[in-house]
């Protein structure tokens, strides 16, 4: 016994020691969202506007790269995901009308000598002029492919703006010197002595021919020089296109977010807090609950945290919003591992009356449960990562991180300090120091509580009936409120000066000419404007509109959703709900009877339900994070279920009618302790994320606190009354004989 102390503290050693050396030296990789910056999202198509294939968008990701370091943004991020989509991820950017023009344009560089006015000239095509005449435009001379570089510069005396030097390479510098020295044979001033600059279908610069060319001899040195009138940025973006070069296919945008760095900054500090005053109140709640087996959990839960931040920051885990408040969440679940086990231990204390021995057998005892509840929340956390995107793939992440540690933390940490401590003589000789020597006030009431509370089934089941179709009317009379990301669009969220009343705003930008949008508060002081479709311009009006209403005006966050990307994220929403309950049923079928897993399943769906339903009686929005949310709701229904069903299945044989509703019973009341400690000490993580984790996160919290209060109940009033009411309907097997009673041989076993 002691052999296996000693192996589990040189196991703890060999994870911690590594993990506080990692812990201190590295530093976790920030996602935009909360270091602040833009993401794009591009969709490579082909020349009849259809999807590309990979080959064609590896090449578009090679153009881009180039493009990027033209715009001097500091540790630029840029991936493929899947065949077709390309995402640029650029931190502290925060205007990114100019990234999006530079990255989406295809940016086909031609240059044509000009044939004359657009009539009367036989013109292989036509385009405006920088003043908008007509010009009729040769074949091209030269392409993209034939420039070896291009940079912005100063303008030179009698140019007006920046201009930007070109330089030509290869057959390049002759055929620019022929072009010129054929345009060098028209009279100046005739429009046939100017060469036109085509990028993208649109004339950038028709400058003349210098006079001093001759005609025949053209410009040598392979450079030139593009004028029109540019600003110092234009010049340097127009300059990152043509050295850049040509993309191989169109692309276009179908997602971009930007973040302020303030705005992530006090998404950081928010959370932060949150998990500080979470973790001391759970250590108060484990202590006062637990005593000395507290104490041991609350080391084990400040081993979890240190293991878990280690591991993110050396996987090189990319951190969001609602990866960190995953991680904040997955400390309140950390908890239920040490809960379960404790209650447990105090269980068998009553029996066997040895500390050592009740810790271990509670240990024993527990780990079905603890291995059944892990293996659900880890079927959400891997559906998350695999169906998810953007940053709610962080949760999933995060979440799958915790919970693998968590196992450590209970089944080690926690397991090796609780043996030491009730093996010290001093405990042993003074048991109620330990915390478990006595059955705690809630096993001590529910001693007294009938075990066939489940004898009126059929009532709680018409009564949670009455609950979700009640919830469910929320849906059909109200309605989903869809986020951006859902339904496409683009939502923009201002912080101003003074605080503003929503409708007071409302009215500013209805008479500022946009009476169509949303604009709603953010609970923070701050506005958010909604639209299908606002572009770059009218964001910058409504900043001007609301800027005069409130003082100032600040841009936090902007984000923009395709109408098609919209349309597959909701469509993958679904999916992910729709496999999720799939998965659950199958692994709880295979863990545990038909009736059981039917009557959990049953469980979680009302579950769901019923948050859906409150989010649309108060017009919450519908989201990625809302679906980060109820995946992590799924979890938690089925963890409950788990524990109770697993109970039921130590004292299943073949119950039928009273004698199965009283082991169910039975089962509610054991385990009832666990599930209320646990529920406080994740309800406290939780209220401290509503109430202190910003407005970036209340959604979140506020779907969590109600699906883990429902969950905890449809235990009781769904899943243990269901499969009783489905073992009912079953024929009721015949009797057994007794086995024949053996003859004692005296020996004591």
Do not use: K
């Not at 950017?93 to 004359?116: F, K, N, S, Y």
């Amino acid at each position: 016994m002691h052999r296996s102390v000693l192996v589990r503290a040189l196991l703890a050693l060999a994870v911690l020691v590594p993990s506080i050396w990692s812990a201190l030296t590295l530093t976790p990789t920030l996602g935009l969202d909360l270091r602040g910056g833009t993401q794009i999202v591009l969709e490579t198509r082909d020349a009849h506007g259809t999807v590309a294939d990979a080959a064609s968008t590896d090449r578009v990701l090679g153009v881009l790269r180039d493009r990027v370091d033209g715009l001097g943004v500091a540790e630029p991020s840029l991936s493929r995901s899947g065949e077709r989509r390309i995402v640029v991820e650029l931190p502290g950017l925060e205007d990114p009308a100019e990234a999006a023009d530079v990255l989406g344009r295809t940016a086909q560089l031609t240059i044509h000598p000009v044939l004359g006015p657009a009539t009367g000239v036989d013109a292989a095509r036509v385009l405006p002029d920088e003043d908008g005449t007509p010009l009729a435009l040769g074949p091209p001379a030269l392409a993209g492919e034939d420039v070896s570089g291009a940079r912005a510069s100063s303008a030179t005396p009698g140019v007006i703006g920046s201009v930007v030097d070109v330089t030509f390479a290869g057959d390049g510098r002759e055929r620019w010197r022929a072009l010129t020295a054929q345009a060098a044979c028209a009279a100046p001033g005739d429009p046939a002595r100017r060469i036109a600059i085509v990028l993208d279908d649109s004339v950038i610069s028709s400058p003349q021919v210098d006079p001093s060319i001759a005609c025949g001899a053209g410009m040598p040195g392979g450079s030139t020089q593009i004028t029109g009138s540019f600003g110092r940025e234009q010049a340097g973006d127009l300059a990152v296109l043509i050295s850049g070069g040509a993309l191989p296919v169109p692309v276009e945008i179908i997602e971009q977010r930007t973040v302020g760095p303030t705005l992530g900054a006090a998404a950081i500090e928010a959370s932060a807090v949150a998990a500080a005053i979470g973790v001391a109140l759970t250590g108060v709640f484990l202590l006062t609950a637990y005593r000395l087996v507290g104490l041991a959990a609350v080391a084990a839960l400040v081993g979890y945290v240190v293991i878990s931040y280690a591991g993110l920051t050396t996987l090189g885990a990319t951190l969001t919003l609602p990866g960190l408040a995953g991680f904040v969440l997955a400390i309140g679940m950390a908890v239920d591992a040490n809960v379960l086990v404790a209650e447990r231990a105090r269980e068998e204390y009553q029996r066997v009356r040895r500390l050592d021995r009740a810790a271990e057998i509670g240990y024993r005892s527990a780990l079905p449960a603890v291995a059944d509840s892990a293996v659900t929340t880890l079927l959400a956390a891997g559906l998350l990562f695999g169906l998810a995107s953007g940053p709610v793939r962080g949760f999933g992440v995060t979440l799958t991180l915790g919970v693998l540690v968590s196992l450590y933390s209970a089944l080690v940490l926690s397991r090796m300090l609780t043996i030491w401590l009730v093996r010290r003589p001093s405990i042993r000789r003074r048991p109620a120091w330990s915390g478990l020597a006595s059955p705690g006030p809630v096993r001590t009431w529910l001693g007294r509580c009938d075990p066939d509370l489940l004898r009126r089934h059929r009532r709680w089941l018409a009564c949670s009936a009455v609950v979700v179709l009640l919830a469910l009317a929320g849906v059909a009379v109200r309605g989903l409120n869809f986020g951006v990301e859902f339904t496409g669009g683009r939502a923009v969220e201002f912080s101003t000066a003074q605080l503003l009343d929503p409708e007071v705003a409302r009215e500013a930008v209805a008479d500022a000419g946009f009476p169509g949008v949303a604009v709603q508060s953010t609970g923070t002081g701050g506005l958010s404007v909604r639209s299908g479709n606002l572009t770059d311009e009218d964001v910058t009006a409504l900043r001007d509109v609301l800027a005069d209403a409130a003082g100032g005006a600040d841009l936090l966050r902007d984000e923009r959703i395709g109408p098609s990307l919209g349309e597959e994220l909701r469509r993958g929403a679904l999916v992910a709900l729709g496999v999720a309950l799939a998965a659950q049923l199958i692994y709880l079928a295979v863990r545990f009877r038909w009736v059981f897993s039917a009557g959990a399943v049953v469980a979680l769906i009302a579950n769901v339900s019923v948050v859906v339903g409150v989010f649309a009686w108060w017009g919450r929005p519908v989201d990625g994070v809302f679906l980060a949310a109820l995946l992590t709701v799924i979890g938690y229904t089925v963890n409950d279920s788990v524990v109770v069903f697993d109970r039921v299945r130590e004292g299943w044989t073949t119950q039928h009618g009273p004698a199965l509703r009283r082991l169910v019973g039975s089962a509610v009341l054991a385990t009832l302790p666990r599930t209320v400690n646990t529920g406080v000490s994740t309800l406290v993580i939780l209220v401290a994320l509503l109430l202190l984790g910003g407005d970036t996160l209340v959604d979140f919290a506020l779907a969590l606190l109600v699906g883990i209060v429902v969950g905890t109940a449809s235990t009781i009033t769904v899943a243990a009354p269901l499969a009783i009411e489905l073992q009912g309907r079953r024929r009721p097997p015949a009797p057994r004989r007794a086995p024949a009673r053996r003859r004692s041989t005296g020996a004591v076993v």
